[in-house]
T-cell receptor, first 112, second 113 residues
Framework: QKEVEQNSGPLSVPEGAIASLNCTYSDRGSQSFFWYRQYSGKSPELIMSIYSNGDKEDGRFTAQLNKASQYVSLLIRDSQPSDSATYLC????????????FGTGTRLTIIP | DVKVTQSSRYLVKRTGEKVFLECVQDMDHENMFWYRQDPGLGLRLIYFSYDVKMKEKGDIPEGYSVSREKKERFSLILESASTNQTSMYLCAAVGGLHRNTIYFGEGSWLTVV
């Protein structure tokens, strides 16, 4: 089983709708979770980090973490064409052990 | 803003050549990383370093070495490049308010022919 699993997509969402991206992880010791956005040919860019169970909101983005279910998600409200990218989920086992493990990414396309 | 700079964006090298990929960070932090990214395989950790002259193997270190002579600089070395090392290479460093967020450089596209 991969440490971090994501649906590779592609996921297509109409403009203005909510895009929902999901990620599961296998190590219950995971402490920190990150969502990165990567445009084609570019390096990953950090969007959200989440450390505690529950929701964390930042503008149109909401990260949700459920450690009991080993599940983290990213919701994008009012999706825009500029949100079309590959989204990478990543986790750290513990603070100080800063070896970040990534999923293979979900490709998201926002349809105008 | 944090800054991670990879000096070489696009390189074409011949099989057997020695290749240096340089990375510099301005966050004055100890932890730096080299990843490679390939379609369908995601980001894979090659090597990382927690301090000057220290290095740790990641998940795919074979065929690579690293050098960390100064805190701000972390170099990836391909001793004898092979075609299966054609990839995008990403350097990363730790930064952020709580110094627990990893930021990436712009990437180096290496083609080995």
């Amino acid at each position: 089983q991969k440490e971090v699993e994501q649906n590779s997509g592609p996921l297509s969402v109409p403009e203005g709708a909510i895009a929902s991206l999901n990620c599961t992880y296998s190590d219950r010791g995971s402490q920190s979770f990150f969502w990165y956005r990567q445009y084609s040919g570019k390096s990953p860019e950090l969007i959200m980090s989440i450390y505690s169970n529950g929701d964390k909101e930042d503008g149109r983005f909401t990260a949700q973490l459920n450690k009991a279910s080993q599940y983290v998600s990213l919701l994008i409200r009012d999706s825009q064409p500029s949100d079309s990218a590959t989204y990478l989920c990543a986790h750290l086992l513990s603070f100080g052990n800063e070896k970040l493990t990534f999923g293979t990414g979900t490709r998201l396309t926002i349809i105008p | 803003d944090v800054k991670v700079t990879q000096s070489s964006r696009y390189l074409v090298k011949r099989t057997g050549e020695k290749v240096f990929l340089e990375c510099v960070q301005d966050m004055d932090h100890e932890n730096m990383f080299w990843y490679r990214q390939d379609p369908g395989l995601g980001l894979r950790l090659i090597y990382f370093s927690y301090d000057v002259k220290m290095k740790e193997k990641g998940d795919i270190p074979e065929g690579y070495s690293v050098s960390r002579e100064k805190k701000e600089r972390f170099s990836l070395i391909l001793e004898s490049a092979s075609t299966n090392q054609t990839s995008m290479y990403l350097c990363a460093a730790v930064g952020g308010l709580h110094r627990n967020t990893i930021y990436f450089g712009e990437g180096s596209w290496l083609t080995v022919v």
